[in-house]
């Protein structure tokens, strides 16, 4: 397995980031496999999804609908307001996903790319771990 871990500044805003150029140089000349894209944060998911055409924005504004930055709806309660939210996240976008790798290439879809999904306004820098198993 050939493995490695990029940093991301997502900044203090809610943000969407498109890391698929980053996977796709990760990835370039490997082969045949699966790649494995994991966020190591409580806070953050993986998702493979269309970039651009206000996509992102319709992404965030839907973890918005269905996780409201209300602290009154939330146990957990530390940081800024929402931070609960942003910790049950994960159990809705998941922190990793698998891309299967062909000639070195990411199979993804015409329109799909990989995203960062960071709610979390309290953790401006993420890490992400890329893991290529041929």
């Not at 996977?23 to 994991?38: R, Y």
């Not at 965030?60 to 957990?76: A, K, M, N, Q, V």
């Not at 931070?83 to 290439?105: F, T």
Request: aromatic content about 6%.
């Amino acid at each position: 397995m050939n493995t490695t871990t990029i940093t991301i500044h997502t900044g203090t805003a809610r943000s969407a980031v498109d890391i698929t150029a980053d996977a796709s140089a990760f990835v370039a000349g490997g082969g045949d496999g699966l790649l494995n894209v994991f966020v190591p944060h409580a806070t953050a998911g993986i998702a493979v999804i269309e970039t651009g055409a206000g996509s992102d924005d319709d992404l965030l504004d839907s973890i918005e609908r269905l996780l409201p930055s209300d602290d009154g709806l939330y146990r957990h309660r530390h940081g800024s307001p929402g931070h609960g939210a942003d910790h049950v996240l994960p159990a809705w976008i998941s922190p990793s996903v698998m891309v299967p790798i062909v000639n070195g290439e990411l199979m993804l879809g015409t329109w799909q790319s990989i995203v960062l999904v960071d709610p979390n306004r309290d953790n401006p820098t993420r890490a992400v771990r890329f893991s290529f198993l041929s």
